[in-house]
Protein backbone atom coordinates (compact mmCIF):
# COMPACT_ATOMS: atom_id res chain seq x y z
CA UNK A 1 0.00 0.00 0.00
CA UNK A 2 2.50 2.21 0.79
CA UNK A 3 4.42 1.62 -2.78
CA UNK A 4 0.91 2.59 -4.46
CA UNK A 5 0.99 5.73 -2.15
CA UNK A 6 4.09 6.58 -3.23
CA UNK A 7 3.28 6.32 -6.90
CA UNK A 8 0.63 8.30 -6.35
CA UNK A 9 2.07 11.06 -5.17
CA UNK A 10 4.69 11.33 -8.01
CA UNK A 11 2.16 10.66 -10.42
CA UNK A 12 0.15 13.66 -9.06
CA UNK A 13 3.78 16.15 -8.48
CA UNK A 14 4.76 14.95 -12.35
CA UNK A 15 1.21 16.54 -13.46
CA UNK A 16 1.25 19.50 -11.33
CA UNK A 17 4.70 20.17 -12.96
CA UNK A 18 3.58 19.57 -16.21
CA UNK A 19 0.49 22.11 -15.65
CA UNK A 20 3.27 24.31 -14.18
CA UNK A 21 5.49 24.02 -17.61
CA UNK A 22 2.30 24.49 -20.14
CA UNK A 23 1.39 28.00 -18.78
CA UNK A 24 5.01 28.91 -18.11
CA UNK A 25 5.18 27.94 -22.14
CA UNK A 26 1.95 29.61 -22.90
CA UNK A 27 3.01 32.75 -21.12
CA UNK A 28 6.64 32.73 -22.42
CA UNK A 29 5.32 32.19 -26.16
CA UNK A 30 2.48 35.33 -25.75
CA UNK A 31 5.25 37.79 -24.34
CA UNK A 32 7.24 36.58 -27.31
CA UNK A 33 4.48 36.80 -29.58
CA UNK A 34 3.46 40.42 -28.83
CA UNK A 35 5.99 42.34 -30.21
CA UNK A 36 5.80 40.35 -33.64
CA UNK A 37 2.44 40.88 -34.10
CA UNK A 38 2.39 44.27 -33.36
CA UNK A 39 5.17 44.81 -36.66
CA UNK A 40 3.26 41.62 -38.34
CA UNK A 41 -0.40 43.69 -38.01
CA UNK A 42 1.27 47.27 -38.94
CA UNK A 43 2.97 46.02 -41.63
CA UNK A 44 -0.21 44.03 -42.61
CA UNK A 45 -2.63 46.95 -42.26
CA UNK A 46 -0.73 49.23 -44.56
CA UNK A 47 -0.68 46.98 -47.63
CA UNK A 48 -4.25 46.74 -47.66
CA UNK A 49 -6.06 49.45 -49.66
CA UNK A 50 -9.04 48.74 -47.89
CA UNK A 51 -9.63 48.87 -44.17
CA UNK A 52 -11.39 45.52 -43.47
CA UNK A 53 -9.68 44.40 -40.77
CA UNK A 54 -8.66 46.30 -37.75
CA UNK A 55 -5.74 44.43 -36.63
CA UNK A 56 -3.61 41.14 -36.54
CA UNK A 57 -3.58 39.35 -33.15
CA UNK A 58 -1.77 36.37 -31.88
CA UNK A 59 -4.00 33.19 -32.14
CA UNK A 60 -6.10 31.40 -28.99
CA UNK A 61 -4.64 29.85 -25.84
CA UNK A 62 -4.78 26.27 -27.72
CA UNK A 63 -2.79 27.58 -31.04
CA UNK A 64 -0.23 30.49 -29.46
CA UNK A 65 1.63 30.39 -32.57
CA UNK A 66 -1.62 31.27 -34.99
CA UNK A 67 -2.93 34.25 -36.39
CA UNK A 68 -6.16 35.61 -36.18
CA UNK A 69 -7.42 38.84 -37.56
CA UNK A 70 -9.91 41.24 -36.17
CA UNK A 71 -12.98 42.68 -38.21
CA UNK A 72 -15.00 45.09 -35.39
CA UNK A 73 -13.97 42.77 -32.42
CA UNK A 74 -14.37 39.83 -34.30
CA UNK A 75 -11.62 37.39 -35.00
CA UNK A 76 -11.27 35.87 -38.01
CA UNK A 77 -9.32 32.98 -39.42
CA UNK A 78 -6.89 34.28 -42.54
CA UNK A 79 -6.56 31.28 -43.64
CA UNK A 80 -10.26 30.76 -44.29
CA UNK A 81 -10.82 34.71 -44.70
CA UNK A 82 -8.77 36.41 -46.88
CA UNK A 83 -8.49 36.53 -50.56
CA UNK A 84 -5.18 35.16 -52.08
CA UNK A 85 -3.78 38.29 -52.41
CA UNK A 86 -4.43 39.20 -48.88
CA UNK A 87 -2.56 35.79 -47.95
CA UNK A 88 0.51 36.91 -50.02
CA UNK A 89 0.59 40.22 -47.82
CA UNK A 90 0.12 38.50 -44.71
CA UNK A 91 2.85 36.13 -45.48
CA UNK A 92 5.27 38.87 -46.69
CA UNK A 93 4.46 40.75 -42.98
CA UNK A 94 5.25 37.88 -41.23
CA UNK A 95 8.27 37.08 -42.84
CA UNK A 96 9.70 40.87 -42.98
CA UNK A 97 8.26 41.04 -39.24
CA UNK A 98 10.63 37.90 -38.37
CA UNK A 99 13.26 39.14 -40.40
CA UNK A 100 13.10 42.32 -38.36
CA UNK A 101 13.12 40.48 -35.25
CA UNK A 102 16.03 38.12 -36.30
CA UNK A 103 18.07 40.88 -37.16
CA UNK A 104 17.29 42.73 -33.49
CA UNK A 105 18.64 38.94 -31.92
CA UNK A 106 21.49 39.00 -34.07
CA UNK A 107 22.86 42.24 -33.41
CA UNK A 108 21.35 42.96 -30.23
CA UNK A 109 20.06 45.57 -30.78
CA UNK A 110 16.70 47.30 -32.37
CA UNK A 111 16.57 47.62 -35.85
Given at each position: ????????????????AKI???????????????????????????????EVY??????????????????????????????????????????????????????????
Open positions: MAERERLTDLSEAAHSAYDEKLQSHVRTQMEEIVKVISALFLRMQANDRIVEGSASQPLSWRAMCDGTPLDPERKFSQGQRQDFALSIFLARARFTRQLLHGRAA
